[in-house]
């Protein structure tokens, strides 16, 4: 590009070409070390992520920064007192205030929320232990899309009897007009904090000399005040690329039945009782895709994985003469998305069976400490399933939407009789340590994928019971019923891989080829979002699949078109390829075509399809779109030098023109050359 420039100003004088070519080299010179000043001034701070807006039929709630990005002087908050600094004593706002989680608490954050003119920002550090205790989620989960409400139950409903999460501190569901960002408890932790005591920290009350350390956080959101408004404004957008603002929460619902239904038929089956097994597959944290959920969701569905499995060789060898439906919601956390949109689905003839054909419904809620909390039985296992002493209302679970459209017998498998015993219920600290899933410190991953953990055998029996129930409700052979069990393998296998690392060899050997890049050295997000087909979901369709399925003898073309063989059906069976196992002394992976009754379903608020958005009667979550997530920090000088600056180069502004001015009208004169005459032909 700056070749062309030169060559634009023609065949002119030779020393005004020489001035551009050194003026235009100058401006080739900073383009090129443009990036490298920028690192200069800036550190970019990676391990961060934001708290981001989500919006419902009558409000917003969450964090967002202006459109520009917030910026303040950082002030490490060392306890509760501290605030008066940044939000009255310190000279030099806004400040950006890191703090430390015990300190990350509902009466902090109002504070700061009710002084936000002196207040740019929240940096959050996230360590690797954690507190006793710390819900940032409501005290009644789902209050208003439950079962329960003015008109049926009153007494029973916003948690007049029971308060369910009594740890909650309704964080989650607060509006800050200002960026929140969770920091890792790493060396950019720590370099901050040095910047901090370098250059801000007062000494004896007086105020810090600049340069002082900034941040500044990026987290602008599109959308603003409610689902509502943000919908109204994608519809109307009428530009050739429409730039939509704000998107509905959703995923898919993963089900999966003994006997297989055609998934083109749907409606009421005549003659046909159904047992549902059920089961949350998904989780939240204050912080955007931090949701761990391992005692609120990965606990119960591990579990109804488990005894799936362990209803394979019964069902088989005695069918129940009723069929089990084993279904894996998305989206509870939100007012029941998935299952609301099933029982929709069933109502409005869109399911392979409808509301008519349920006998009765078994859901696994959290069931961490099930085996400690009841008695001991000689059924061979470690418990006694017991009920509660006294009446009380469902804890939240997605039975309350069925219990909604209609009377059916249900069960909530639980570890509490009344407050959930998880301390830290939709947070970002409900991870493996609160499964107390531990590991010996001289395993290597693959023996740690082996090894069977005491939640895991704990987890197996109450797998065990459930498949045992399930077989004896869905009329079973009950001489049978005995010989199920669960296997404590597949159990400590699914644990590892959905709270220590999904990239593990059994995993990779049940997922299909083009989707093992989902799996990571890292356990997956369980927040629902808004990308259909999260790894959660795809990881249990094909656990699903794998545990209830049968291995095929199909090549991998016959496996995606089956219709063209005899005896095999997609509209009756799913048929997934799948990467299989690497045996000894190869390679190659043993892939083979796995034949399963496991289906996804749309797991949508009703709410979109039917477009309306300010329903009370299905859940209307819609986030927030936005352009770029980033955090920063660097020194920022002082108001007067700045101004200072600014001022020089306005003057060296002015008198550059003043210049280019004087030469442009002088330029016949300063850039004339004499020329010899030409000589003459006589």
Same mark, same amino acid.
């Given at each position: ?51 981001? /807006? ?16 917030? #910026? ?8 509760? &007192?501290?605030?008066? +600094? ?19 608490? /509902? ?15 929240? &940096?959050?550090?996230?360590?690797? #232990? ?84 900034? @941040? ?8 603003? #005040? ?17 730039? @939509? ?221 459930? &498949? ?126 796995? /034949? ?24 209307? +979550? ?61």
């Amino acid at each position: 590009m700056c070749s062309n420039m030169v060559r634009c100003l023609g065949d002119g004088n030779t020393s005004l070409q020489k001035l551009a070519t050194s003026i235009v080299f100058f401006f080739c010179l900073s383009d090129v070390s443009c990036n490298s000043v920028e690192q200069k001034i800036y550190v970019e701070l990676n391990n961060t992520v934001p708290c981001v /807006r989500l919006l419902n039929a009558t409000h917003q709630i969450g964090c967002q920064s202006s459109i520009s990005g917030d #910026t303040g002087v950082i002030h490490v908050l060392e306890s509760e &007192a501290d605030l008066e +600094w940044p939000l009255s004593k310190g000279p030099n706002p806004p400040y950006m205030v890191l703090l430390e989680s015990s300190l990350f608490t /509902r009466s902090i954050m109002m504070k700061m929320k009710n002084e936000s003119n002196r207040v740019a920002g929240v &940096a959050v550090v996230v360590p690797n #232990t954690s507190p006793p205790e710390f819900s940032p989620h409501t005290t009644c989960p789902n209050e208003n899309t439950g079962v329960y409400s003015d008109n049926y139950g009153p007494n029973l409903a916003h948690c007049n009897t029971t308060v369910w999460n009594p740890r909650g501190n309704g964080l989650s569901y607060e509006e800050f007009d200002f960026p929140v960002f969770s920091l890792k408890e790493d060396n950019e932790t720590e370099f901050i904090k040095q910047c901090y005591l370098d250059h801000n920290r007062a000494v004896n009350g007086s105020a810090p000399q600049y340069p002082l350390c900034a @941040m500044q956080l990026f987290s602008h959101m599109h959308a603003v #005040t409610n689902t509502p408004t943000c919908m109204r404004r994608n519809d109307i957008n009428f530009s050739i690329n429409p730039e @939509m603002v704000c998107d509905p929460l959703g995923d898919y619902n993963v089900w999966g039945s003994i006997r297989p239904y055609n998934d083109t038929v749907f409606g009421h089956k005549e003659n046909e009782s159904v047992v549902i097994a059920a089961a949350r597959l998904d989780s939240r944290a204050f912080f955007w895709e931090v949701s761990t959920g391992a005692e609120g969701s990965v606990s119960g569905f591990v579990t109804l994985l488990a005894a799936a499995q362990a209803l394979r060789e019964v069902t088989h060898e005695a069918p129940p003469t009723r069929n089990i439906l084993f279904a894996f919601f998305q989206g509870e956390t939100f007012d029941y998305i998935g299952s609301s949109r099933m029982v929709y689905d069933m109502e409005n003839g869109k399911f392979v069976i409808d509301l008519d054909n349920i006998h009765s419904v078994l859901e696994i809620g959290q069931v961490k400490n099930l085996v400690n909390n009841l008695q001991s039985s000689t059924a061979g296992l470690s418990f006694l399933l017991v009920e509660p002493n006294v009446s009380q209302p469902l804890p939240p679970s997605s039975l309350q939407r069925f219990l909604r459209a209609q009377p059916i017998p249900g069960i909530v498998l639980a570890d509490h009789e009344s407050a959930f015993n998880n301390r830290y219920y939709e947070s970002f600290y409900d991870n493996a340590a609160n499964l107390n899933l531990t590991y010996p410190s001289d395993l290597s991953p693959e023996e740690q994928l082996e090894f069977v953990t005491d939640t895991a055998k704990s987890l197996t029996d109450v797998a065990t019971v459930v &498949a045992r129930a399930l077989y004896k409700q869905a009329g079973g052979n009950e001489s049978l019923v005995n010989n199920i069990k669960a296997d404590p393998k597949i159990v400590t296998q699914m644990l590892y891989g959905f709270l220590v690392s999904s990239n593990n060899s059994w995993f990779q050997a049940v997922m299909a080829p083009e989707l093992k890049n989902i799996l990571k050295p890292s356990p997956p997000e369980y927040y629902v979002g808004v990308a259909m087909s999260s790894t959660p979901t795809r990881l249990v369709q094909y656990l699903l699949a794998n545990l209830t399925g049968a291995a095929t003898n199909l090549t991998q073309s016959q496996c995606q078109k089956p219709d063209e063989l005899p005896n095999e059906s997609r509209q009756m069976y799913s048929y997934l390829w799948v990467q299989g196992i690497v045996p000894p002394n190869s390679t190659e992976r043993d892939s083979f075509c796995v /034949r399963a009754s496991v289906r996804l379903t749309k797991a949508v608020s009703p709410a979109f399809e039917l477009g309306e958005y300010a329903s009370k009667d299905y859940s209307t +979550w819609t986030e927030s779109r936005w352009k770029f997530i980033k955090a920063r920090i660097f020194l920022v000088a002082s108001r007067d030098l700045e101004m200072l600056t600014l001022g020089v180069g306005v003057a060296v502004l002015f008198t550059s023109l003043l210049v280019t001015y004087f030469i442009s009208t002088k330029a016949d004169v300063l850039f004339s050359s004499t020329r010899e005459p030409a000589s003459a032909a006589y």
